[in-house]
C-alpha cells in the first residue's frame, strides 16, 4: 500500500512538472521579450497572456497555477512572437488605457502615450463649459473622448487628414457614448472649416518629429502612421501651418493647446510667438520636466 501512494505521488509530481501552466508560459515568454531589450516585459507578457485567455488582472493572478490547453498555449505563443518581431503591444491587443479610459487602436493610429496626458490635463483646466473645442489631427480620438469625460456641456469637433483614423475614432466615440457631442470632420489640420468660425479651444497632438530622428527611431514605432509622427525637416513643418491657421480662428480670449518635441520646444515657442502675436504665451513641462505643451492664449 505505501509503494502505491508513494508511485501515486511520484507521478502527479512528474505530471505538473510537464503542465504547461499559465506561470510558466508566463514566465517564458518574460525571458524571451527581456532577450530582445522589451522594456516592462513582465508586465507586456501578462497583458498578451490575458488577452489570449480573455482574463482580467484579478483572474489572471488567481490562475496562474492552472494548466493551459493546446489552442490555448499555441495562441499564448502566437501574441509573443508578433511583440518579438516588432508589433507593439497595443496594436496586438488592440486596446490602449489613456487618461484612465479604454481605447481601440490599429495600425492606423498613432499610440496613446502618458505623455500626452497632460495636454488633456491643461485643456481641462481652462474649464470652458459650453464651448466649442477642436481637437486637430484627433487619431483615435483619445483626447477629445478624455476631455468630454470631464467636461459634459460643450461640444467637440475631431479633425483628422486620414479617413481610415477617423473610422477609429468614430468607434471609440461610439463606444463612449458621445455621439451627440462629438462631432467627427475630414480635414487637412483647420482648412475644411470656414472664414469666421471661431474656436475656444484648439486642442493638438501634431507630427512634430524631425525627418533625420524620425528614419532612426525603433522599428516598432516606426510601424505608427508616418503621417502622425514626421514633422518635416525641422519637425515644425505641421507645427506652422497648424500656428497660421489657428491664429485666425481662436476666439477671443481662447487658446491653443499643442504638443511639441523638447529639442526643438525653443524654435516652436518663438514660431507661436511670431505666428499668433496678439496672445500670451506659456511653456509647459511634463513630469519628467521636459518641455511638452505650448499654450497660445489670445488677448481681449
Known amino acids: 500500500m505505501a509503494s502505491l501512494i508513494g508511485n501515486n505521488k511520484l507521478s502527479l509530481k512528474n505530471q505538473e512538472f510537464k503542465d504547461q501552466t499559465i506561470r510558466s508560459l508566463w514566465l517564458k515568454g518574460v525571458d524571451q521579450l527581456k532577450k530582445y531589450s522589451i522594456t516592462d516585459s513582465a508586465l507586456e507578457c501578462e ?48 486596446t490602449k488605457e489613456f487618461y484612465g479610459i479604454d481605447f481601440n487602436v490599429s495600425k492606423d493610429v498613432l499610440i496613446p502615450r502618458p505623455e500626452t496626458e497632460l495636454l488633456v490635463d491643461l485643456a481641462l483646466a481652462q474649464n470652458k463649459e459650453g464651448c466649442l473645442i477642436a481637437d486637430i489631427g484627433t487619431g483615435s480620438g483619445c483626447i477629445a473622448v478624455s476631455i468630454a469625460s470631464h467636461l459634459p456641456n460643450l461640444k467637440i469637433i475631431a479633425v483628422d487628414k486620414s479617413i481610415d483614423a477617423l473610422r477609429m475614432a468614430r468607434k471609440n466615440i461610439m463606444m463612449h457614448d458621445m455621439m451627440d457631442r462629438i462631432d467627427l470632420v475630414n480635414s487637412d489640420l483647420l482648412t475644411a472649416f470656414k472664414p469666421g468660425l471661431k474656436f475656444d479651444l484648439i486642442v493638438s497632438n501634431p507630427p512634430y518629429v524631425p525627418k533625420d530622428i524620425y528614419e532612426t527611431l525603433d522599428k516598432e514605432i516606426q510601424l505608427e502612421p508616418t503621417i502622425a509622427l514626421n514633422g518635416g525637416t525641422d519637425g515644425l513643418d505641421i507645427i506652422r501651418c497648424l500656428l497660421q491657421q489657428a491664429n485666425t480662428m481662436l476666439s477671443d480670449g481662447g487658446s491653443l493647446l499643442f504638443e511639441v518635441f523638447s529639442d526643438n520646444s525653443n524654435e516652436a515657442f518663438r514660431l507661436t510667438s511670431e505666428l499668433i502675436p496678439m496672445s500670451r504665451v506659456t511653456m509647459h513641462s511634463d513630469l519628467l520636466g521636459l518641455p511638452r505643451v505650448i499654450e497660445a492664449q489670445k488677448v481681449l
Open 47 to 94: 497583458l498578451l497572456v490575458r488577452s489570449a485567455l480573455g482574463y482580467t488582472k484579478s483572474e489572471f493572478y488567481s490562475h496562474l497555477p492552472d494548466t493551459v490547453n493546446e489552442h490555448e498555449m499555441i495562441l499564448i505563443n502566437q501574441l509573443i512572437q508578433r511583440r518579438l518581431i516588432g508589433e507593439p503591444t497595443p496594436y496586438i491587443l488592440g
